[in-house]
């Protein structure tokens, strides 16, 4: 049972602001300890904000039809805003899991996008830090003014 103040539930905030009930570190944290030698599940699931199955909605992530979540096991591992342009994944969250999501991700749009363009990755240009390379191996290429994905 669930003491006073512990954490029960995850929740996202696409801009990681101070109003998320649980910080995204938390529950990379608690993704890590729920696996066996923090392996990643077996198939990770992309919801629409908008699906009733998503737990994760207002005021901390915004439910509307571009915005996706890609989960692991129910923990976020990725939140897409406008449909992939400003991605958020949590702080602590391993590379490979990373690119895992965001191949998830085009995996998914792909049905119905022939193109992604992301500028934005926690924040800062998705073109500097270790961002450009988790895209570089999901299939992404430069493409000023950030990377950029092509279906066909």
């Not at 602001?17 to 696996?35: D, E, F, Q, V, Y």
């Not at 692991?72 to 895992?100: C, I, W, Y």
């Not at 792909?110 to 073109?127: D, K």
């Amino acid at each position: 049972m669930a003491k006073y103040g512990e954490v029960t539930s995850c929740r996202v905030s696409p801009d990681l602001s101070s109003h998320c009930r649980t910080p995204l570190s938390a529950c990379a944290k608690r993704r890590r300890i729920a696996s066996p030698e923090g392996e990643m599940g077996t198939e990770l699931v992309v919801l629409n904000a908008c699906d009733p199955a998503n737990t994760h909605g207002p005021p901390l992530l915004s439910r509307l039809p571009s915005t996706w979540l890609v989960l692991d096991r129910g923990f976020p591992l990725l939140v897409a805003a406008d449909s992939g342009t400003r991605l958020t994944s949590p702080e602590g969250t391993e590379p490979q899991s990373l690119v895992q999501a965001v191949i998830s991700l085009v995996n998914h749009l792909r049905r119905h996008r022939t193109r992604i363009n992301t500028t934005v990755w926690n924040g800062e240009a998705a073109t500097r830090g270790p961002w450009r390379r988790y895209l570089e191996e999901a299939g992404f290429y430069h493409d000023d003014p950030g990377m950029s994905w092509d279906g066909w």
